[in-house]
C-alpha cells in the first residue's frame, strides 16, 4: 500500500487542494484524510470546464467522489458545514460523503464571535482568520468540551452549549472585550447541527475507517511556516500543519513496511495572508500579478502579500517537518504550482 501526504511548505495557500483533487483522479478508492484544522482552511479545485470550489468542510477530492475522513486533530463547525453541503449539492450535483472521528471537536458560534472580538481588540493583529478555530482548540483544552459524538444526544449538546456560553460570557468581562449579543445565530447553529446530521454524515472511529480498503490521501491544512512549533509565534496556528499527525495515524494503523510520499506543494513564488514575517515580500518583478479568484482582500488579513521564493525557509520548512517525524523513512516529492504566474510562461 501507498499512502499519500500533501502538504505546504510555505505560509499556506500553496495549491494543496489542487493536488489532493489530481492524485485522488489517479486512485481507484480514494478517500481523503484531514489531519489538521478546520472550515478556516480554503483548498481551491478548477475544473477544466471552468467550475471551481473552494473547500472548506469537505475534502479536496469531493469532485472526484472521494469521501473525507475528519480525524480526531480537526475541528468542524456545522453552520459552514451545511452552506457548502448544499453549495456542492446544487452546483455539482453531488451529495458529498462525510465520516468523522468521535473525537473531532466542534466550533460553536460563540468561539468564533470570541475570536473575532478577541483580534478586534489586538493593536496589531495575529493574522487570525476569524473563524474560530483557535478559540475551539483552546477551550477544547479545558472542562468545556464539545465532540462531534455529543451531537447525537440533544439534551447533552444542550447541556454543554450551555456552559460554553456561559464560559465565554466569563472570558469576554475578564478580558473587558466589547460586548456582543450572545443569543445571536443560536438557532441557526442548532439547525445545522439537525441538518448535518442528515447529510451523508457517518461517525467512524480511527480504527474502523483505515481497516477499509481505500486509497489514503492525506491532505493538510496552511503551511508549515504556520506550524504551531515551527512558525514563527504569534504569527502561528494552534495546531501541526506539518505532516506528525498524519504519521502518528500512519503508524496506529498500518504495518511499518508501508510506503509513505510525502508530497510538498509551493506556489512558483511565496503568498502570506495577514501579518507576520516574509523576507521577500515585495521582491515580485519576475511575476504576472494575476488577479487572485480565491484570496480576496479581507477585515482578517487583508491583501494577500508576494514574493519571491526565499529557499532557506523551503530547506527550514522541509528539515523541521523530517525532524518532527523522527526522520521516518518516506519519500519525497517536491510540487510547484503556479507556473503560469510566471513571467514570460503562458
Request: glycine letters at 6%.
Amino acid at each position: 500500500m501507498r499512502i499519500e501526504i500533501v502538504i505546504g511548505l510555505n505560509f499556506g495557500d500553496e495549491g494543496k487542494g489542487a493536488r489532493v483533487n489530481y492524485l485522488c483522479s489517479n486512485r481507484q478508492k480514494p478517500l481523503v484524510v484531514r489531519f489538521s484544522g478546520g472550515h478556516h482552511v480554503g483548498h481551491t479545485v478548477e475544473l477544466k470546464d471552468g467550475r471551481r470550489h473552494v473547500f472548506h468542510s469537505f475534502g479536496s477530492g469531493t469532485l472526484k467522489s472521494a469521501p473525507t475522513f475528519w480525524s480526531k486533530y480537526c475541528t468542524i463547525y456545522p453552520i459552514t458545514f451545511m452552506k457548502e453541503y448544499t453549495d456542492i449539492k446544487n452546483s455539482f450535483d453531488i451529495l458529498p460523503v462525510s465520516y468523522f472521528d468521535p473525537n473531532v471537536a466542534i466550533t460553536t458560534i460563540w468561539d468564533v464571535m470570541y475570536n473575532q472580538a478577541l483580534e478586534k481588540s489586538r493593536d496589531i493583529r495575529h493574522g487570525s482568520v476569524g473563524l474560530g478555530f483557535g478559540a475551539t482548540i483552546e477551550r477544547q483544552l479545558t472542562p468545556y468540551t464539545l465532540y462531534f459524538k455529543d451531537l447525537y444526544y440533544p439534551s447533552v449538546m444542550e447541556y454543554k452549549l450551555n456552559n460554553i456560553k456561559q464560559y465565554y460570557k466569563n472570558k469576554v468581562t475578564e478580558k473587558v472585550l466589547p460586548f456582543f449579543d450572545f443569543e445571536t445565530n443560536e438557532d441557526e447553529f442548532k439547525q445545522s447541527v439537525k441538518n448535518m446530521l442528515s447529510s451523508n454524515v457517518f461517525v467512524k472511529p480511527e480504527k474502523e475507517i483505515f481497516s477499509e480498503k481505500y486509497d489514503f490521501i492525506f491532505e493538510g491544512s496552511q503551511g508549515i511556516l504556520l506550524d504551531q512549533d515551527c512558525g514563527f509565534f504569534p504569527n502561528v496556528t494552534r495546531s501541526n500543519t506539518v505532516s506528525k499527525n498524519a504519521i502518528e495515524i500512519i503508524k496506529r494503523n498500518f504495518s511499518d513496511d508501508t510506503e509513505i510520499n510525502i508530497n510538498y506543494i509551493s506556489r512558483i513564488y511565496m503568498t502570506r495572508h495577514g501579518n507576520g514575517i516574509f523576507p521577500t515580500e515585495g521582491k515580485t518583478d519576475h511575476i504576472k500579478l494575476k488577479e487572485d479568484k480565491t484570496n480576496f482582500t479581507n477585515t482578517w488579513q487583508g491583501n494577500l502579500r508576494k514574493g519571491c521564493l526565499d529557499l532557506e525557509l523551503l530547506k527550514y520548512s522541509v528539515d523541521s517537518n523530517r525532524i518532527m517525524n523522527n526522520n521516518i523513512k518516506t519519500e519525497e516529492t517536491i510540487v510547484f504550482s503556479c507556473m503560469d504566474h510566471l513571467k514570460g510562461i503562458s
